[in-house]
């Protein structure tokens, strides 16, 4: 029985996934399908990998191409997304970009295009996507921080500076527009290992990992429930948090 103020869950779920093709983003897709979700879900280089992921969902995930990048693409592909799939009742913004390298030899062109990238792709997305849930009311948005934004990371400065930022865009928002039906939190894993971190060497993996209280560590598919739920119904009381997934890591 719903209890008297309850928000009331849609009755079409639609959700829109930032870098979906791959990596904990895929793992995202396949758990809102399987969650009953119509998934939309963006990919930037790879689109064989994004066909890919459609036919394994026979259906149930649409791919459509976005870079972080451009800044005109947010509104356009949320405009296709309601087009042809339906009214985005919940937005992940997944996508990111990551590139080391030690702040005395950063260059501002780099440093500016890892927070727009990470922290501006984020901020976009949601701007395009606010209006349409504030006029029906209702929604619900997980952005995907990082264990950088806690935990200092050498030569990740700005990726760190940008994931940290996410974290506060989060809280602030979710201040912003609570009050017309719509939640906003966000998750931090710990350390995946994707093909983000491919070139990481075993010392610095197993300096990552060194902090972990749980052996098995951290996989994209523990992730993509923690996102899933946070999305769903199911955490209709819950906005402005950040969930961390690390392990025990952070403990």
Not at 2 to 26: C, D, Y
Not at 86 to 103: C, E, F, M, S, Y
Not at 194 to 223: H, N, Q
Request: proline share 4%; aromatic share 4%; with cysteine.
């Amino acid at each position: 029985m719903k209890n008297p103020g309850e928000p009331t869950p849609p009755a079409s779920k639609v959700a829109l996934v930032t870098g979906g093709s791959r990596g904990i983003g895929s793992e995202v897709v396949r758990a809102l399908a399987a969650d009953g979700w119509k998934v939309a879900f963006t990919w930037r280089a790879r689109e064989e990998e994004a066909k890919r992921l459609c036919g394994e969902l026979d259906g149930a995930a649409r791919a459509y191409r976005f870079d972080l990048l451009d800044r005109r693409r947010p509104g356009e592909l949320v405009l296709e997304v309601e087009e042809q799939v339906g009214p985005i009742t919940g937005l992940v913004n997944n996508a990111g970009v990551r590139k080391d390298a030690l702040l005395a030899a950063l260059p501002d062109e780099a440093w500016e295009e890892m927070i727009d990238a990470n922290l501006g792709g984020v901020f976009r997305c949601c701007r395009a996507v606010i209006p349409r849930m504030v006029s029906r009311r209702a929604g619900s948005i997980v952005n995907v921080s990082s264990l950088t934004a806690m935990r200092g990371v050498a030569g990740q400065t700005a990726y760190g500076a940008a994931k940290a930022g996410i974290l506060g865009l989060t809280r602030s928002l979710a201040r912003e527009v609570g009050s017309r039906g719509i939640r906003v939190n966000a998750v931090i894993p710990g350390f995946v290992p994707t093909e983000m971190v491919a070139d990481a060497t075993p010392e610095k993996v197993a300096a990552l990992r060194a902090t972990e209280a749980l052996s098995a560590g951290v996989t994209a598919v523990s992730v993509a429930a923690s996102v899933v739920f946070l999305l769903s119904h199911r955490a209709a009381s819950i906005t402005g948090q950040t969930v961390v997934v690390d392990a025990g890591s952070s403990a």
